[in-house]
C-alpha cells in the first residue's frame, strides 16, 4: 500500500552521530519508523539514545540487524562513498538527503547502482514518507496523512506546500517522495511514476516539476505511453529567467525545452491534467478524484 | 561556475588540446607587443564571461601591431553590450590577442553531463560557428553524440565515430581523436559542467584548433578544485548578488520586478514568484533562504532586499521543514529593530512550530500584512506593491 518504505522498512542512518542525524533520527523514530541501526565509521559499539546500535560499517549493519534501507546524512565530500557503501552492502533502498554533492560523483554513483537494480532516492531531497507507516527523510511529519494519492517533486519544499493542500481537503498520501534538486538523481520523476503506477493502493499522483533538465519531458512520454493512472502535474518556474541556476543544480534552463512553458507544453500533450498556480494544486486533484470517482 | 575565453584555452591546452598562439592582455601597449611578438595578422578579443561578442564590437582584426594597440584601446574599458550580457553590458578588463587562422571548416564539439541519461555526453557537429542550440532544435541529426560511461571513460573508438560523422576522416582523424580524448580529460579532471569549443576549425594548412573555447564548472566541486575557484572574477557577477553571498545568501538571483521575495526551498521561492506574477505582479528577485536555521540569515535577506531600489514590497513566505518558523519570525522582528524597512512586508508561515512563529510575530505588533496561503500571500503582496 507504498512504493519504497512501509512498516517493514528496517532503517539504519549513516551518519546517525551527526547533529542534523542525530535531530532527523530522533524525529523518525518519534514518527514510528523502524530505525534498527546507525553507522558512524570510529563509533562503533555506541548506543544512539540508549535505543538505537551504532556500527562502523554498513555491512556489519546489515549483518547484525537486517538493516534493508538506508538514510544517509553524511557530508557532500563523502556521500558518494557513503551511498557506494550501502550498496555493497546489499541495501536494496537508499534515501540521500545531503544537498552539495559533485555531479560527477552523482554520475559515478548513477551509473554503478543501475544495473544492480539498487534504487537510490536523492541526493538534495527530503525524503520518502509513506504517511503512518515510515518516514524516511526530513519532512514536517504533521501535514502528511495516509491515503491514495502518490506525491513525486523534484523540490522538497514544494512536497510540503501540496500536501499540506491535500490533508486540508482530507485526500491522503500513498507515499510522497523527494526527488532532489540536482541535475543527476538516483530516482527521476518517471522511475517514481513508474513504481507509482504498478502500486495498487496509488489511483492517482501529484507531480511537481521544475525549468532545467528533461523529467518532465521523460515523465511527459510515460504518462503518454503506459501509465495508466491521472497525473496532476505542476511546473516550477515560470518566472524564471534563461540560464541562471534558481537554487538547485538543476533548475537551470538552458534551452528551448527547459522552459516552464515547454515542460508544460509536453506534460499536457500526453494527457496530465496541468495546474497553472501552486496555489490551485490541492483544488486540482480534488476536483480530478471526484470527476473520475476516485475520492 | 564561469570563467573567461582565455582561461578556458589554458585548461584545454593543457590536456592536449590545440590552441591558437596568443596571450591575455590588459593594455593597448601590451597588445601591440604580442601582436609584434606573434609577428602575424591577430585578432583582439574581449574577454567577458558572456557570448555574441563580436556583434557588439568586442572582437577586432589587426593586421599590424599599430592595430592591435589601437582595436585594444577600442575595446578595454568599453560598455560591451551583447544578447548574453542584458542591456547594462560588462566592461571590458582585459583582451586576448591571437593569431588570425584562416578557417576551411568550422565545427562544434561540446561535453556536458546529462541529466536524461546520468553520464556524460560528448557532442559533435559539422554545423559550428554558430548557436548550437539553434542546430538542436532545427536539425537534431546534425549532432552526433557520445554517452561516456564513467567506469571506463571517453574510448578512442567513441572519438573515430564522432570523426567519421564529422567528416574528420583521413588526416585528420588522429589529432581529431586525440583533441577529443583531451577536452574529456579536462572536463573529468576539473569536474567542469560545461566543456565547449565553437568553433573547432579546420584551417587552410590543415591543423585542427580550438577557435573558441568555454568551459563552465560544478560549484558543488569547487572545494576539490581551488586552482579553479581563484579563477572566479566578481566583476562579472551583479553587485547586489555578490553583496548577497557575502551575507551568507548564496540563492539570491536578481530579477526585474518589484516584489522582494525571501522564501526557503528553491521550488517553492520559484512557485512564490510564479504566484506572484499570476497575481499580476512581477518578482524582483528569487532568493532560497535554505535550511539553516540562523536568525542573522533572515535580517540579512532583509538587509538585500532593502538595498535594492527597484523592491516596492516584500514577501516572506515559508513553509517549515528542516527550517524552524519561529527562527524565521524571530529574524523578521529583529530585521525591523535592526534598520528601518520603508516597503510594505507581507508575511505567510507554514510548518515546523508555526504556532511558536506566530506567537512571536503577534507579540511584537509589527506593521505586518498577514496571510495563510500561498496564493492568498501573493495577491497581497501583489496590492501592496501598488
Known sequence: MSILVDKNTRLVVQGITGREGGFQTRRCIQYGTNVVAGVTPGRGGETFDEKVPVFNTVQEAVDKTGANCSLIFVPAAFSADAILEAATAGIPVIVCITEGIPAQDMVTVRNYLQPQGIRMVGP??????????????????????????????????????????LSERGIGQSTCVGAGGDSIVGTTPVEALRLFDADPDTVAVVFVGEIGGVSEQQAADYI????????????????????????????IIAGASGTAQAKKEAL???????????????ATTERVLKERGLL | MKIHEYQAKQIMSDHGVPIPKGRVVSTPEEARQVAQELGVPVVVKAQIHAGGRGKGGGIKLADTPAQAEEAAKQIIGMRLVTHQTGPEGRIVKKVLVEEQVQAERELYLGIVVDSGSGRPVVMASEAGGVDIEQVAAKSPEKIHKAFVDPTVGFQPYEGRQLAF??????????PAVGLMSGLYKAFAAKDSSLAEINPLVVTSDGRLLALDAKMNFDDNALFRHPDIADLRDRDEED????????????????????IGCVVNGAGLAMSTMDAIKLAGGDPANFLDIGTVNDVGRVVNSFKILIADPDVKAILINIFGGMARVDVIAQGVVDAHKEMEIKVPVVVRLAGTNVEDGERILSEANLPLIRAIGLGEAAQKAVEAAA
Open chain 1, 124 to 165: 538534495n531531497c527530503p525524503g520518502v514518507i509513506t504517511p503512518g507507516q515510515a518516514r524516511v527523510g526530513i519532512m514536517p511529519a504533521d501535514v502528511f496523512s495516509p491515503g491514495r494519492v502518490g506525491v513525486v517533486s523534484r523540490s522538497g519544499t514544494l512536497v510540503y506546500e501540496v500536501v499540506a493542500q
Open chain 2, 239 to 258: 553587485p547586489l548578488e555578490v553583496q548577497a553571498q557575502e551575507l551568507g545568501i548564496n540563492n539570491y538571483v536578481k530579477l526585474t520586478g518589484n
Open chain 2, 165 to 174: 560523422a564529422t567528416n574528420l576522416g583521413g588526416d585528420l582523424l588522429r
Open chain 1, 268 to 282: 499536457a500533450t500526453a494527457g496530465a491534467i496541468i495546474v497553472d498556480s501552486p496555489a490551485d494544486i490541492g
Open chain 1, 224 to 251: 503518454a505511453t503506459t501509465m495508466t493512472k491521472p497525473v496532476i502535474a505542476f511546473v516550477a518556474g515560470s518566472t524564471a529567467p534563461p540560464g541562471r541556476r534558481m537554487g538547485h543544480a538543476g533548475a
